[in-house]
C-alpha cells in the first residue's frame, strides 16, 4: 500500500517512522510538507528509499488533488483547519483519509461528508491522535466488556520527564492546539444528557505509581464524538487532561489576565493578538524535544451478568531511547498510522465519514498497539 503523510513536524515523523518500521505492508510512503527541507529531513531520518519526500501548500487544493491520487490513505498532520477541505480532496481522489483533529466544529463538517464518502467507497476518520483518538477507540473498547455501562472516566497528559519550568510543563504538540484545549468549552455527558463545562475546571488529585503528585482538569476537545456516541448508552463520561499537581491555577492566570485572547488591543499604535503573543513566548521559553511520558487512564462503571464491575485501563508510556521518538510522538502518530493502514486494507466495519469508536476494530487496534510495545494495563 502507498500512504501519504501531510505534514513534516513531530508528529508527521512519528507516523513515517511508524509507517516504514512497524508496517510490513507498506510499499511507499510520501512526506509533503511546505517546507521540503524538514520533508527531505524526515525522509533522511528514516533511512529508507520508500519514502518520498514532496512539497505541497495544502491550502491549494488543486495541488493537493494532484498529490493525493494514487495513495491509498492519506493522513493529515498539519493545522485542524485545514482538514474539511483535505477531506473533500480525499473524496474526489477515492483516497481513504485520517487526521489528528484538534476541532470539534471542524470534525462536525467532515462527518457531514458521509453520503459523499460512501459513493466514493472510502474512510474518512478525523480526530485520530491520542486524545481524541486512541482513548475514543479504548473507549469502545473497555464498554464493550460490560452488559450495561454506566461512567467513563478518560484521563490523558504529556508530562516531561525533568520539568524545567514554573508551569511544569514541555511544548509535545501545536501550541495552537494547546491553548484551545485550554479556552473552549468540553463537551461531557452528566446525568445522562450532553452538556458543555468550562475548561480548566474541576480540578481533582490522581496518582500514578512513581510519579509526583499529579492533577487532572477540564479541557476541550478530548471527547471528540463520544457523547454522541454514548448518548442514551451512560451516565457519565467526562475527559480531563492530566498535568503535574500546579499546573492549572498558573496557566489559567494567564487566561483570566487574556492572553489567550484573539480580540486584539492597541500597543504603540500597533494592533496586536494577545494569543498569537503568548504563542510565540510559550514556543520560545518552554523545552521542547525533551523525554516526556504519556500518561493515559479510563474507568469504566457498569453491570456484567448482573453484577457492578469497575475495569481500569492504565498507560504509561516513556521516549524511546533507541528511535529518538518521544512518548507523544508514539501515542498520537502511531494510532494515526494504523488506522490509516486498516482503512487501506479494508479492515474496518464501515465505510463513510464515521468517528473511530464506530468504524474501527478495536480488539485489532489494542493488538497493533501491543505490537509497538505500548501497553494497556488492566486492572
Not at 463538517?109 to 482513548?135: E, T
Not at 451516565?235 to 492530566?242: A, G, N, P, S, V
Not at 490509516?340 to 473511530?356: C, N, S
Request: overall charge negative; proline content about 3%; hydrophobic content about 40%.
Amino acid at each position: 500500500m502507498k500512504i501519504l503523510v501531510l505534514g513534516a513536524g513531530r508528529m508527521g515523523h512519528g507516523a513515517v517512522y511508524d509507517l516504514i518500521h512497524n508496517s510490513p505492508q507498506v510499499e511507499l510512503v510520501t512526506i509533503a510538507d511546505f517546507d521540503l527541507k524538514k520533508a527531505d529531513a524526515v525522509a533522511n531520518a528514516v533511512g529508507t528509499d520508500r519514502v518520498i519526500a514532496h512539497h505541497i501548500d495544502v491550502s491549494n487544493y488543486v495541488d493537493v488533488v494532484d498529490l493525493m491520487k494514487n495513495h491509498d490513505s492519506a493522513i493529515s498532520c498539519v493545522n485542524y483547519w485545514y482538514n474539511v477541505e483535505l477531506s473533500k480532496a480525499a473524496i474526489e481522489t477515492n483516497t481513504n483519509f485520517c487526521d489528528l483533529g484538534g476541532n470539534n466544529y471542524i470534525v462536525d463538517a467532515q462527518l457531514a461528508l458521509d453520503d459523499k464518502a460512501k459513493d466514493a467507497g472510502i474512510n474518512i476518520i478525523p480526530d485520530c491522535g491520542l486524545a481524541p483518538g486512541m482513548v475514543s477507540i479504548l473507549a469502545m473498547h473497555g464498554a464493550k466488556r460490560f452488559d450495561e455501562i454506566d461512567e467513563i472516566h478518560i484521563r490523558v497528559g504529556g508530562l516531561p520527564q525533568h520539568p524545567k519550568t514554573l508551569l511544569e510543563y514541555q511544548l509535545v504538540f501545536s501550541v495552537e492546539g494547546l491553548i484551545n484545549e485550554y479556552i473552549e468549552v468540553a463537551r461531557i455527558i452528566r446525568d445522562g444528557k450532553i452538556t458543555e463545562v468550562e475548561s480548566m475546571t474541576e480540578i481533582e488529585s490522581l496518582a500514578f505509581e512513581g510519579f509526583p503528585p499529579l492533577e487532572a482538569f477540564q479541557t476541550s476537545g478530548g471527547t471528540s464524538t463520544l457523547p454522541d456516541t454514548f448518548l442514551g448508552k451512560i451516565k457519565e463520561l467526562d475527559y480531563k487532561t492530566i498535568r503535574y499537581a500546579g499546573h492549572c491555577e498558573k496557566f489559567k492566570t494567564m487566561i483570566d489576565l487574556g492572553l489567550c485572547s484573539s480580540e486584539e488591543v492597541m500597543i504603540d499604535y500597533v494592533k496586536i493578538s494577545p494569543r498569537k503573543v503568548l504563542g510565540e513566548l510559550l514556543q520560545k521559553y518552554l523545552p521542547a524535544d525533551e523525554p516526556d511520558y504519556v500518561l493515559v487512564r479510563l474507568e469504566f462503571f457498569g453491570k456484567k451478568d448482573g453484577a457492578a464491575k469497575r475495569l481500569r485501563f492504565d498507560i504509561v508510556d516513556r521516549q524511546d531511547e533507541q528511535t529518538g521518538l518521544s512518548a507523544m510522538m508514539r501515542t498520537t502518530a502511531f494510532p494515526a498510522s494504523i488506522i490509516a493502514q486498516m482503512m487501506a486494507t479494508g479492515d474496518v466495519l464501515m465505510r463513510g465519514a464515521t468517528p473511530q469508536e464506530k468504524a474501527i476494530d478495536s480488539d485489532k487496534f489494542v493488538t497493533e498497539l501491543a505490537r509497538r510495545n505500548i501497553i494497556i494495563k488492566e486492572s
